[in-house]
């Protein structure tokens, strides 16, 4: 004999399937949740409710168990905060500041002059960043050294390379007229 026995399967009567879409309807609407018969429907189709999809001459039905119109509701109302449903309007939030309990005491502006913080007066903190300071500025001369250095030497590379040119200009021959260069015939003066 085997200890494992299968469980009594967890099916509702079909005689429990008693309620029309319009009679959920009014169970939502009663319990402060209103919902079109479109919305019950697409519940329906979704598996939220338990239902029965019957076919009539007209096309078809569906029947909804009670218990799990109840068993929704009751979801609702834990998940789904008032704001967000649509078919009702939100709460007006009341103003905090037309009441005033006694024992708050007001703000009260100060009736003195206005008068500016006290700076911090950490000397580790300014002797560290006028430091810092010092030392950018001292980068930036650097920078400007070697700034100044390279554009001589871009200056006297051009130079040298104007020099260049002269002197190969008369070894490489020039053109006597511009036709000549496509011809290819020089002019060796």
Known sequence: MTDDLSRPAATIPDSEYSLSIDEAATRYEHAGHPRTARSIQRYCAKGHLDCRRIETSFGEKFLIAPASVAKHIAYIEEVKPAATIRDTSRHVAESTALKE??????WEPPIGPDLSRPVAADTRYIERLEGENEFLRSQ?????????????????????IAGLQKM???LLGRPVDPH??????????
């Open 140 to 160: 930036v001369t650097v920078k400007d050294d070697q700034i100044k250095d390279l554009t001589e030497r871009a200056r006297e590379t051009n130079h040298l």
């Open 101 to 106: 309990s006694p024992d708050e005491q007001r």
């Open 180 to 189: 000549s260069e496509i011809t290819g015939q020089f002019d060796p003066e």
């Open 168 to 170: 190969l200009t008369p």
